[in-house]
Nanobody, 125 residues
């Protein structure tokens, strides 16, 4: 019932920055807990950052804590991931995900009902 479209991926040098965006359509945006996942070749999909319905509570993987910032603008139906000090190990396809009717931060990938198609982030060293 909701469509998610990621944008903002691309090629960046190590130490650089990117901002990913996830635009949603369908149900009211504030009806969803949301998250960013990533998957690199040969690796499992991992949770990068998650955010509750209002944006008042967030979670970050240890590997990105202090470098990445997740946020959402419910009035614009958009979620963001600001990525600073990028490292080669951050290279992956990044996916936007939404969990319907959840107000708290959601940590498990199987609890997410809707997914975007992903956007590629490439970091050169």
């Amino acid at each position: 019932q909701v469509q998610l479209v990621e944008s903002g991926g691309g090629l960046v040098q190590a130490g650089g920055s990117l901002r990913l965006s996830c635009a949603a359509s369908g149900r009211p945006f504030d009806a969803y807990a949301m998250a960013w996942f990533r998957q690199a070749p040969g690796k499992r999909r991992e949770l990068v950052a998650a955010i509750n319905w209002s944006g008042s509570s967030t979670y970050y993987a240890d590997s990105v804590k202090g470098r990445f910032t997740i946020s959402r603008d419910n009035a614009k139906n958009t979620m963001y991931l600001q990525m600073n000090s990028l490292k080669p190990e951050d290279m992956a396809v990044y996916y936007c995900a939404a969990s319907f009717a959840r107000t708290v931060v959601v940590y498990n990938y199987w609890e997410y009902n809707y997914w975007g198609q992903g956007t590629q982030v490439t970091v050169s060293s």
